[in-house]
């Protein structure tokens, strides 16, 4: 199945967020752990973590005993405030990717694809991690 807007790194980081947002409070995981939770690599999983610590979403404390946790509440962390120190842009140009679209000039997609915009904006800034239902399952793979 092809992911439409979101890149790998938006889907992974807030895969990690949803997991971080799932532990009680005050509570942390450590790197390999959300890794195997996520079924996110982990060498990815530490560049992206490196971002949301930048972004001050969450907080890493490094050795032993330690692991990550959200900086603040879930109810706190908006989809779009993850997204953004990911670097991902959602407001994009034209569907087509013609430079030249615009409501004086628009492609034949143009009225959808700016209702879809401005839902994807709506969405991103209107909910939280708060919003999300239980855990994700463990993404470990089952040996049979």
């Known amino acids: 199945m092809t992911r439409m807007l979101l890149n790998l790194t938006a889907v992974y980081g807030l895969r990690a ?7 009680a409070a005050g509570e942390s995981i450590n790197a390999a752990d959300l890794s195997q939770r996520t079924g996110v690599p982990q060498q990815y999983l530490s560049k992206v973590m490196r971002k949301l610590v930048l972004a001050r979403l969450v907080h890493g404390q490094r050795g032993r005993g330690g692991g990550f946790m959200l900086e603040k509440p879930a109810r706190q962390i908006r ?11 959602l407001q994009g140009g034209c569907a087509f990717g013609f430079e030249a679209c615009d409501p004086r000039n628009p492609c034949v997609l143009h009225p959808i694809w700016s209702k879809l915009q401005s839902d994807l904006e709506a969405w991103t800034t209107g909910s939280t ?11 470990r793979r089952r040996q049979r």
């Open 17 to 23: 967020m949803a997991v971080l947002a799932g532990l």
């Open 129 to 139: 991690f708060a919003d999300l239902g239980p855990p994700p399952p463990d993404r």
């Open 79 to 89: 989809l779009a405030d993850v997204l953004g120190a990911l670097d991902l842009e």
